[in-house]
């Protein structure tokens, strides 16, 4: 019987488990992005329309992801998700992948709110 093998492996699992987690995706830095680099293009009734493309937080994502590559903007996967983060806290409120997003929540249709919904018309 070989018992060599173990104690690397013992401490192989602690050094995983003592590593920090993967932090979530900065929402901060994705308002940052998206007010310098779409800002002037993109007015709030954009996210507001009611016939939204976006029906999910994936499809956020893969619209923001679209966009870069069409402007040229060779943002990150970690820059994506910020400015998506960024996106579904502000204006659509899809559950959030837990790894990405502090607070996560569904919202059905009927509850989901937008930043605008407060505005007078």
Known sequence: MRLAPYPAI????????????????DGERGRI?????CGDCHAES??????????????VRGWVRRWSENL???WTGDEIDDVAVHLNARYYRFRCPPALCKATGL????????ALDDRSR
Do not use: W
């Open 46 to 59: 954009v996210h507001g329309r009611k016939a939204r493309l976006a029906a999910d937080f994936d499809a």
């Open 33 to 37: 992005l998206y007010e310098a680099r």
């Open 72 to 74: 040229g903007l060779a």
């Open 107 to 114: 919202r059905d249709d009927s509850a989901r709110r937008l």
């Open 10 to 25: 013992a401490l192989l699992l602690a050094t995983l488990a003592g590593s920090p987690a993967a932090p979530a995706a």
